[in-house]
């Protein structure tokens, strides 16, 4: 048994966000019925790419899939019947839709006082941009990512992945949990809320608090840590290296591995604030010793001496290292049309109910007609609600 088969999860989330915090569930085994609009009636029903593409198989693995069009009453009607018997609705449409729908918390804590409604936005679900349409650049934007990332003085830079997206899929997924937990307590749901903007300033973390408590505006650092040195990444024979130089113990492991124990004692070195305060001057003096051995020789030779340092991959080179290959991060399933392939794993691991990837993204509608007869409708009706459109 699954840690969470216990659970039924109504998924009426698309784009990446609120599928983050679906695949989480699935893949501890909650029961997740990917409910989507059908054939012809969602204009953006595309827009994570080609169904059997690589970003819809990752997200949506571990899923049913129902086709349900919850514009038509009998679509509706079909859905608050779900409602009656399931744990969790996750959405992530615009903060009106689903109050136009009738299906915002309280619509559904009539239905099912046990609900909880997981909802991912933009903005906020109030407030002057709630209306606002969300996108992760835009998010990485505003909570103060890209004015930190990139090389100092070229212009902001957004990160290389979704990283407001998938934290907010993240965030929410924990927030559903926390709920879950509450209500063996008290046996009431209840609304789950987070948005881009929020989950990504969550993520400045120490940046965000470096203004807050001593009012300082982080500057763009490039590859460099904002105060410590020397962190950051460095030219080698073949490549690059990162360099993670901590306190001044391995500095001096640091100096007596590169062949310079005298640089541990003078006095522009001796202190963390006194590299930082002399930062171009160090990478200058580092640069030509580190230009003399390859990647892998330098990785070796200071992890013999106990100081962080590791290669810079491409996505190719990522999954090709043993300790990745060994902690399994590439997860086999079979697919009917492409046959075996590999998506990413969750990085978490449970002794005793880990999660798991047992089944590839549906097809549309994939489920339908068997997720309806477990709500007991015959063949009959659910042929009636295709002629009107309605799954």
Not at 56 to 84: I, Q
Not at 346 to 372: F, K, M, N, W, Y
Request: with cysteine; net charge negative.
């Amino acid at each position: 048994m699954t840690a969470l088969s216990h659970l039924k999860v109504l998924d009426l989330t698309r784009v990446r966000a609120g599928p983050t915090c679906c695949r989480v569930l699935a893949d501890f085994g909650a029961d997740v019925i990917k409910i989507e609009a059908p054939q012809g009636v969602d204009p953006n029903a595309g827009i994570s790419g080609a169904r059997h593409g690589y970003d819809m198989l990752n997200l949506h693995r571990n899923k049913r899939s129902l086709t349900l069009n919850l514009k038509k009453p009998e679509g509706l009607s079909v859905f608050r019947k779900m409602v009656e018997t399931a744990d969790v609705v996750v959405e992530n449409f615009r903060p009106d839709v689903k109050d136009r729908l009738g299906i915002g918390y309280e619509d559904l804590a009539e239905i099912n006082p046990r609900i909880i409604l997981a909802s991912i936005s933009g903005f906020g679900q109030d407030g002057p941009y709630a209306k606002r349409a969300g996108f992760d650049q835009i998010a990485q934007g505003m909570g103060g990512m890209m004015g930190v990332t990139g090389m100092p003085g070229e212009g902001p830079m957004r990160a290389g992945a979704a990283v407001a997206d998938s934290t907010s899929g993240i965030y929410a997924a924990t927030g559903i949990l926390v709920a879950l937990a509450e209500r063996e307590r008290s046996g009431r749901g209840q609304w789950v809320a987070t948005s881009l903007l929020e989950a990504q300033i969550a993520l400045m973390d120490f940046q965000a608090a470096r203004y807050l408590v001593e009012g300082e505006v982080p500057p763009q650092s490039g590859n460099d840590h904002p105060y410590v040195t020397p962190m950051g990444v460095i030219a080698t024979a073949d490549g690059y290296l990162n360099l993670g130089v901590g306190g001044d113990s391995q500095w001096r492991a640091f100096c007596a591995a590169i062949g310079v124990p005298n640089w541990a004692d003078q006095p522009e070195y001796a202190t963390a604030e006194a590299r930082f305060a002399h930062r171009p001057q160090l990478w200058a003096a580092l640069q030509p010793i580190f230009a003399e051995k390859t990647t892998t020789d330098w990785v070796e030779l200071l992890e013999a001496a106990g100081v962080p340092a590791g290669p810079i991959y491409t996505m190719d080179e990522v999954f090709a290292d043993p300790q990745v290959q060994h902690l399994r991060m590439a997860a086999p399933v079979e697919h009917p049309v492409r046959g075996e392939t590999k998506l990413v794993a969750q990085p978490v691991t449970l002794s005793r109910t880990p999660a798991a990837i047992t089944a590839s993204a549906p097809d549309a509608g994939a489920h339908t007609d068997e997720i309806l007869g477990e709500y007991g409708l015959s063949a009959a009706e659910i042929a009636d609600l295709r002629a009107c459109n309605a799954v």
